[in-house]
């Protein structure tokens, strides 16, 4: 045998290859703002339009959350940021979209199922602009409408009505107007307040915690109304800081 056989020489061993995990905890917050998703298009196909509504509602909490989580638990990865988006499409893009058309804008013919589609590519275009966009924009604004506040704002609408005994036959221009222009404004370059710029783990004055209370007190006394009254102004905010901007490079700098 001679000094060097290959068949007897002794290989280094393999490196060991380590298994790509998922993290569990954000990721069970987006499943379940997933399912809220699937619930509410489910619902919407029974005739079941307030349920629809606040699954929606729920699905935004849910939303708000995982990120939330990801980051204080430090479990962020480009699997949770895909899965998000792939969710924030169903629950935020084709679910109000479908529910909007089933609840008022069916009768309407073409033009019912042109405007959900336009609010459904809306929010598929406002999630890829974002996704593209994220480390290059300011962070204390959404340019365009977000998708979980265009959804607030359709669903909003019928749950205030079917609360309010309008149905759907009464409101078809409303949620045509609604879900037309929630769908514009998401892929629109209006800047939305993000609300990234608050520091939970900052301490506050106790008016504010004094104030977080009469929030919710206000919304336990009527949730539609005063849900679907905060997204109105959310999603009018944006208009009204753009006119003023507007407004004041109109104006010019100050004489000196």
């Known amino acids: 045998m001679s000094e060097f056989d290959p068949q007897h020489c002794i290989k280094p061993a393999d490196p060991v290859k380590r298994r790509r995990g998922i993290y569990i905890l954000p990721n069970l917050f987006t499943t379940a703002s997933l399912f809220c998703g699937f619930y509410a298009i489910v619902q919407a196909m029974n005739g079941r339009y307030e349920y629809s509504a606040v699954a929606i509602f729920i ?12 980051r204080l638990t430090r479990t962020q990865s480009a699997f949770g940021a895909e899965y998000d988006s792939l969710s924030d499409m169903v629950s935020f893009g084709a679910a109000p979209a479908l529910i909007a058309y089933e ?12 405007a959900a589609f336009i609010y459904c590519a809306g ?38 009505a079917t609360d309010n005994d309008f149905s759907g036959a009464d409101m078809r221009w409303a949620a ?39 929030a919710f007190v206000a919304v336990s006394l009527n949730p539609p109304v005063v849900l679907f009254s905060l997204f109105v102004a959310y999603c009018l905010s944006g208009y009204v800081m753009w006119l003023f901007r507007l407004r004041r490079r109109e104006a010019g700098p100050p004489a000196g």
Do not use: H
Request: cysteine-free; hydrophobic content about 55%.
């Open 123 to 160: 929010a598929a275009l406002r999630l890829a602009r974002f996704n593209t966009t994220i480390g290059t924009v300011d962070k204390r604004y959404f340019q365009g409408l977000p998708s979980p506040a265009a959804a607030a704002l359709v669903a909003g609408l019928v749950w205030v």
């Open 59 to 70: 699905a935004m909490v849910l939303d708000g959350l995982d990120g939330r989580v990801a």
């Open 103 to 114: 609840w008022a804008m069916r009768g309407l013919g073409k033009w019912g199922w042109i």
């Open 176 to 214: 045509f107007a609604v879900t037309l222009f929630a769908g514009l404004t998401m892929v629109s370059n209006v800047k939305f307040w993000s609300g990234k710029d608050i520091n939970l783990r900052r301490s506050v004055p106790f008016v504010v915690i004094f104030g977080f209370v009469l």
